[in-house]
């Protein structure tokens, strides 16, 4: 088995007919797909049940709700995975075909990847979300908790994952849970990690930076997922042209802020030794000071 691929649902059950089909059109075909249920109510459970039957890759997990997004549900279901990697996916997000084939060459050569998300916005279009793992500023960027990583975009090996010190566990309040689990892999300093140009994933969250998707219903989130579905083809294209620019970006982001910083600590020292200066121009302070000068000079003459 090639790939594990898990989807986290609660009670998204239209959406997660079209999650599951974006995953099912890979075109690595060796994978098995956990839906990992966490207490889902009727409507979702029967949906579920439903899509789990479209093929014999799929596997249903219920489960009553766990704490939080049921995070030690995952971990549970990833004791019984097969794939060399796992990659996951948000059950109402879409993969492009390309996506898992992506994130094993990636993996061939690291522990932990990511993917390039396109975010779908009703009025702006698509945006990308720039990152690059292979620059400390990123790594260190997601260990401060600013996330630049969609769960649907995380991938590691299943190796990797067993090395670590937990694994996915019920994330404090206030802490996205995808940040709190890939902040693991990133303080390892054994954690080799790398990022994919080319985006596969398309992201549709409720809030940023969509927010009038908070006002859309379930089956008006599914209507926008199935419209997407078909034109998929046409987001790998922009997909391909979004691919040097968003390395530029990266790049210059992370040379700018290393820039900014290293002038940061010049300005401080030319700070402190005009302080410096100021402190010594004073009379009783430069009295003293230049006291200190005699007495060591006397004493070094001796």
């Avoid at 060399?84 to 993996?107: F, K």
């Avoid at 969250?205 to 379930?218: D, E, L």
């Avoid at 046409?234 to 970006?249: F, I, P, Q």
């Amino acid at each position: 088995m090639r790939a594990t691929v898990l989807i986290p649902t609660h009670d998204h059950g239209l959406t997660l007919r079209h999650s599951v089909a974006s995953a099912l059109a890979q075109t690595v075909e060796d994978i098995e797909i956990f839906i990992i249920g966490d207490g889902m109510p009727d409507a979702a459970r029967d949906v579920a049940r439903s899509v789990a039957r479209l093929d014999n890759r799929i596997r249903l997990f219920e489960h009553p709700k766990a704490p939080r997004h049921g995070e030690v549900l995952r971990h549970q279901a990833l004791r019984e995975a097969a794939g060399d990697v796992v990659c996951y996916l948000s059950d109402d997000d879409l993969w492009q075909p390309e996506h898992v084939e992506t994130m094993l060459a990636l993996l061939e050569h690291c522990d932990f990847a990511s993917a390039l998300p396109l975010y779908v916005d009703p009025q702006r279009g698509l945006t990308a979300l720039r990152v690059d793992l292979e620059r400390d500023y990123f790594r260190r960027l997601i260990v401060a908790g600013k996330n630049r990583i969609p769960l649907s975009c995380g991938a590691h090996t299943l190796q990797m994952y067993r090395r670590l010190p937990y694994g996915w566990r019920t994330t404090p309040t206030g802490i996205p849970t995808d940040v709190y689990m890939w902040q693991q892999f990133l303080v390892d300093p054994t954690c080799r990690a790398r990022s994919a140009a080319r985006a596969t994933v398309l992201c549709f969250p409720a809030s940023f930076p969509a927010p009038t998707r908070k006002t859309m219903t379930t089956t008006e989130r599914a209507d926008e997922l199935a419209e997407w579905s078909v034109r998929i083809a046409g987001a790998a294209l922009t997909a391909r042209a979004l691919e040097s620019v968003v390395r530029e970006a990266a790049r210059l982001e992370a040379e700018v802020v290393a820039r900014l910083s290293s002038e940061l600590d010049v300005a401080k020292r030319s700070v402190e030794m005009r302080a410096g200066k100021k402190l010594l121009s004073l009379p009783l302070i430069g009295t003293l000071a230049r006291l200190a000068y005699r007495l060591r000079d006397r004493a070094s003459s001796r």
